[in-house]
């Protein structure tokens, strides 16, 4: 028996960066990536959590890098950072649980996918992915880890009809 899928409030703030022009349509790519990675990824054991929140900021390299510097210890700008949110308890009774925050950074993020000769839309994807996989526990700190992490990219981005981002694994 599968678990059912949480309904998704996905809150996506933009505060830096021209993400209209870059990528007019970042909401709906936001969006589809984010629920195509909780459909194969997400359990959702418990019918009170069944209400799930997500936060998007889609921003520039200079608040990625404020954000990297100030919770990771890495003064960089990088294309995508994940914050998972503590468990709630006892949250009222059509309140969503909160997972956490996604934020993405558009130089960085355009710049990716030049050098990888990849459209800026199946990056982006492909970040929001990756986040998505953060904030439901997934990590790639390890070999054992990514080796997890990893394939689950690869098989939710191919239903996105986007290729493998990690060309060593089948």
């Keep these: 028996m599968t678990s059912p899928l949480p309904d998704l409030w996905i809150d996506i703030n933009v505060e830096g960066g021209d993400w209209t022009k870059a990528l007019p349509d970042y909401r709906k790519l936001t969006e589809r990536a984010i629920q195509a990675a909780v459909a194969v990824a997400a359990v959702c054991e418990d019918e009170d959590e069944s209400q799930w929140e997500i936060s998007v900021l889609l921003t520039d390299d200079a608040q990625v890098q404020t954000l990297n510097r100030d919770w990771r210890g890495q003064d960089k ?19 969503p649980m909160m997972l956490g925050d996604i934020a993405v950074a558009l130089e960085t993020t355009q710049r990716e996918s030049e050098e990888m000769g ?30 997890e992490m ?19 694994r089948a």
């Design 77 to 95: 700008p990088t294309n995508v950072l994940s914050f998972g949110a503590p468990p709630a308890d006892d949250l009222p009774e059509g309140v």
């Design 118 to 147: 990849k459209s800026l839309a199946d990056h982006f994807s492909h970040l929001m992915v990756h986040g998505m996989l953060h904030l439901l526990g997934f990590d790639h700190e390890t070999e054992a880890q990514a080796d």
């Design 150 to 168: 990893e394939p689950l990219e690869i098989e939710i981005l191919s239903g996105l009809n986007i290729e493998n981002p990690y060309p060593d």
